[in-house]
């Protein structure tokens, strides 16, 4: 007999492959529409993700969001959204250069600082006035000092993983910049994170004794992953005492690194993206890149099939129901202070490094763009209980809005007046490039003693190219 109630194990299985099923077609749909607008990947999931909220597949009439995602379907969603979260953190603390920021000096430590400590004091202040205007905004485990802390963090944080995707997208490569704003990102990062776990440790409401012994731990965890894990990982990874193939050998052992690290940090009652990206930073990049160059990758590729799912969560975690004059007037306001803290803040410290006026702004709009990075923040902070529905909604429309315009401000920044009718990555890809001719060759070989290879070679003049 066929199960007709969503509490069988079968009905809420298929409900679940059913929403997947949606999430997968909207974000295919939605990479389309927005395949020429200057926006990377992500951009288009996070929409697609939202769109299937109440915010505005809600407005339709049916609750279509709750017939499509059930209320018992969405913590084995939430499930799958969380394996895709920590596979994401761990790319993102692999990939963060700490040769990088251990060397950083001059205009790279200052940008930094620039792009984390005044957004977080121009957050904190915001809190306090922002607090009473937006209706009810602090959540169970909040206390106005704890929100006041956690809105500062979100204020200061920058999507390196958006960041770097819009530099490659942008041919951004091509400048003196990309450098810097990784550099700059990265360390931000390391600091908006760590920021991050003590606000997180705060909302404990066991005492002060409880928060204490909670940064203990995650120090110990610190040095656990530092001079235990890593010498591990190193052995397993380089091969010694075992026949098994480097890459097979490689993604067990890191997989194994990032589900304990996140169950540690879930055991401590703080959220398992913390346990995932403190793995991925403290991993031995040199071993893993030497026996399986392509892991990192292959997990990225992995995280990218399960992180709709989240956007989707923070879509129906997000309403505009009850919102009056007063929440528009904050959210505006909010998404203003936020744009203008970043932009101005690294703006005013790249011309005292004596960067140039454009690439001052350049640099700004880059480590504007919030994104994902921001959106776990805030989803960390509505499960921790500092955030209420209302102040998710206001923070998230803010991270998504200063992502959304930095393709479009760096496409006005860098466009060439000389190219007006072309898109502006392409006029981009011209500057700063010599004008000389350049030899395109186009080689098409197939395996098989039966195929040779057919070479074509064009000379181009770099006025005349097309484009491509």
Known sequence: MRPTTLHSADWTTAWVLLGLAVVTATCVVARWLLRNRNQPPVIAEILAGLALGPCALGLLPGDLPKRIFPVDSRPFLAVLANVGLVLFMFVVGFEIDRSAIRQMRGSATAVAAASVLVPFAVGMGISWWIRPLAGSTGGPASTQLVQALFIGVAFSATAFPVLARILDDTQLKLLKIRGLALSAAAAGDVVSWALLTVVVALTRQSGGGSTVLLLVELVVMGLTLRYVARPLITVVLSGRGTALPGTATAMGGVLVGIFLSSWATTAMHIHPIFGAFAFGFACPREVVRRTAPDLPAKLSDASRILMPVFFVLTGLSMSTNGFGVHDVIATIFVIVAAGA????????????????????????????????????????????????????????????????????????????????????????????RPRRPTTVSIVERRSGPEFGSVKLQVALSAEGSPEH
């Open 341 to 432: 803290a970043k932009v101005l803040s690294v703006y005013g410290v790249a011309r005292v490094c004596r960067l140039s006026s454009r690439d001052s702004w350049g640099l700004g709009f880059l480590m504007n763009t919030r994104g994902l990075t921001e959106l776990v923040v805030l989803d960390v902070g509505r499960t921790a209980g500092v955030l209420s529905e209302h102040m998710f909604t206001v923070l998230a429309a803010m991270a998504i809005t200063t992502t959304l315009v930095t393709g479009p401000l760096l496409g006005k920044l860098y466009s060439s007046d000389t190219v007006p009718s072309v898109g502006w990555r392409r006029r981009f890809a011209r500057v700063g």
